[in-house]
């Protein structure tokens, strides 16, 4: 099918790809179905970018948890295994949002706002059945290692 994004022009979708938020992403319960894409010129990309299908102006930058040196270990409840329709552990995908932050006080242009990612609220999608959900408010130990360039 074709969409129209606001941001990204128009679009192919195959809907055998569209992931399911059934209860949508707070703030953004509206927005239930999602797709995923890249530069198709990256050979191996690491942002990606989530675009509702439901609203042409809503589209998430998000980026696996590894790109920047994390690694979670979440013990999901029975409400949200049921919502991910999840059967193997190995099934599941964790992505977070990235967000430009505040601009610089100095400068103040937008462009050069450093680059934050919402690592308590992290989105977890089922790679099989394409059924996610965004789990809120982790209490989160951080331990950061040195990772090769």
């Known amino acids: ?34 797709k995923l894409f890249h530069d198709a010129e990256s050979p191996s990309p690491r942002v990606h970018w989530m675009q509702s299908l439901d609203h042409p102006d809503v589209l998430f930058s998000v980026v696996s948890p590894s790109e920047l040196g994390l690694r979670y270990e979440i013990e999901l409840t029975e409400d949200e295994s049921a919502l991910l329709r999840l059967e193997d552990p190995a099934d599941l995908a964790v992505l977070l949002m990235v ?13 050069l706002a450093p680059l934050q990612a919402n690592v308590r609220n992290p989105l977890l999608v089922n790679l099989k059945t394409r059924h996610g959900v965004q789990v809120t408010g982790l209490a989160c130990d ?8």
Do not use: Q
Request: include cysteine; charged fraction near 20%; charge should be negative.
């Open 99 to 111: 967000y430009k932050g505040d601009a610089p006080a100095n400068d103040g242009h937008p462009l």
């Open 1 to 34: 099918m074709l969409f129209t994004s606001s941001l990204l022009g128009e679009v192919e979708v195959d809907e055998s790809t569209i992931l399911t938020f059934e209860r949508g992403i707070p703030a953004f319960e509206a927005c239930t179905r999602f």
């Open 142 to 149: 951080i331990v950061f290692h040195n990772r090769p360039a």
